[in-house]
Nanobody
Framework: QVHLVESGGGLVQAGGSLRLSCTAS????????MGWFRQVPGKERDLVAA????????HYADAVKGRFTISRDNAKNTVYLEMNSLKPADTAVYLC?????????????????WGQGTQVTVSS
């Protein structure tokens, strides 16, 4: 059983940066794509970014392209989300997940292992 733990969230002013981390324990997420999602109360959970096992392919939601960067270190069982030029609209709980069943990086399907989330709040 894989357990995912996110960290790095917090309160930041608009225009600022944060770096989120998601570390797996229990077993590795070897061979699986990983994704970062975000959720605001009362709204659907949105896919923010995804990365293939080899890190050779990535996908970003239009809202974050050019501002966020997803990366992973498989030796450390960790995936990162570097967030720059943050906006108040980026405020959400950010969750990482394992795409155990591959549907492609651009799709929200196939994710079945989730972390507990980390809150990101961007003030104006």
């Amino acid at each position: 059983q894989v357990h995912l733990v996110e960290s790095g969230g917090g309160l930041v002013q608009a225009g600022g940066s944060l770096r989120l981390s998601c570390t797996a324990s229990g077993r590795t997420f070897s061979g699986y794509a990983m994704g970062w999602f975000r959720q605001v109360p009362g709204k659907e959970r949105d896919l923010v970014a995804a990365i293939s096992w080899s890190a050779g392919n990535t996908h970003y939601a239009d809202a974050v392209k050019g501002r966020f960067t997803i990366s992973r270190d498989n030796a450390k069982n960790t995936v990162y989300l570097e967030m720059n030029s943050l906006k108040p609209a980026d405020t959400a709980v950010y969750l990482c997940a394992v795409q155990s069943t591959s549907y492609g990086l651009a799709y929200k399907l196939g994710y079945d292992v989730w972390g507990q989330g980390t809150q990101v709040t961007v003030s104006s």
